[in-house]
């Protein structure tokens, strides 16, 4: 039943991605395999919602409430909530994307169909001005009346969250670490919060290439599970704060490198206002060829000189 829930709201993105823009949206999955605060066991939400909106039905529809906001005095039934902000999902590539990738779809389809409750959320709108995961602490925050209730938050370096005194993790290793020593420590009833974002692991071997997001999410599924937390993920996408083009990093990266040496030349993102221009003026364009075409034709019509009055046939 999960299965083709799943697919069919894949369907339903790929019917949608040619009616709305999806270049804007990235998906979320919410999934906990041993909790549930709700009767629906998997439901898909087809509406386009801010960070913020998404922080709210995660509360409130996810059950999140219950483990992060401090008003709410029964004892929790999970001992770990874990937010991962990934860097390569755009709602279209949950419609079957050739450049996505299959193993972190793969992933992702597994943990949504096989929990005990899971939410899905194709698309969700991203600011260029924050990064999502401080706009979903933040949201949080803002929506528990007496501010987050955990017992510790913590979250990777690479994760930008502006305020609040939180634990910060270096790596990878340093995640495992953090999630042993917590399940140790933890006081029954209590959950931790723990933020992490791809672009903070990098491969021993080559150390300015980064390891796959599949891998990275995987091996942190990994450790939460050996950690015998109790655990609820939310998964969600944010890839237009990393490299937009992944087949050519190293021009990108030589770019990058050339601008902060010359420290002069800033990052220009061409804005909804810029595509709106550039649409108008190639629409402009293809309303000058043709009415080129059409003229010329019209032209052509003219010179052929044809004859208004045949004479009559003579008669022999």
């Not at 015998?228 to 937009?244: C, M, R, T």
Request: charged fraction near 20%; hydrophobic fraction near 40%.
């Amino acid at each position: 039943m999960g299965f083709k829930i799943f697919v069919v709201a894949m369907m339903v993105g790929s019917i949608a991605a040619a009616q709305i823009s999806l270049a804007s949206t990235v998906p979320a999955f919410l999934w906990a395999p041993g909790f549930s605060s709700v009767e629906s066991k998997e439901s898909v939400n087809y509406q386009i919602m801010s960070p913020k909106d998404l922080a709210n039905s995660v509360l409130s529809q996810g059950g999140w409430s219950d483990l992060l906001c401090s008003e709410r005095k029964n004892e929790r039934p999970v001992d770990l909530a874990v937010v991962f902000v990934g860097r390569e999902l755009h709602s279209s590539d949950v419609a079957g994307n050739k450049h996505a990738d299959p193993a972190l779809l793969n992933l992702l389809k597994d943990s949504f169909t096989k929990s005990n409750f899971s939410m899905a959320f194709p698309y969700v709108a991203t600011s260029e001005e924050e990064t999502m995961e401080n706009l979903l602490v933040s949201s949080f925050k803002e929506a528990c009346a007496h501010g987050l209730g955990v017992a510790n938050v913590a979250f990777l370096e690479s994760c930008s969250i502006e305020g609040g005194d939180f634990q910060k993790l270096s790596n990878l290793h340093s995640v495992h670490d953090h999630l042993v020593k917590r399940m140790e420590k933890r006081t029954k009833g209590e959950t931790d919060l723990v933020v992490l974002c791809h672009g903070g692991f990098q491969s021993l071997k080559e150390l300015d290439q980064p390891f796959p997001e599949s891998e990275i999410l995987t091996e942190v599924m990994s450790s939460v599970e050996q950690s015998g937390a109790k655990y609820a993920a939310l998964y969600v996408s944010d890839p237009f704060k990393s490299i937009h083009y992944p087949g050519y990093r190293e021009l990108e990266r030589f770019l990058a490198d050339d601008t902060a040496k010359n420290g002069s030349a800033s990052p220009k993102v061409c804005d909804e206002v810029c595509q709106l221009k550039s649409s108008l003026l190639e629409g402009v364009l293809v309303g000058i060829v043709l009415l080129l075409i059409l003229v010329s034709g019209l032209c052509c019509m003219m010179g052929i000189d044809t004859p208004t009055r045949f004479e009559a046939p003579q008669e022999n």
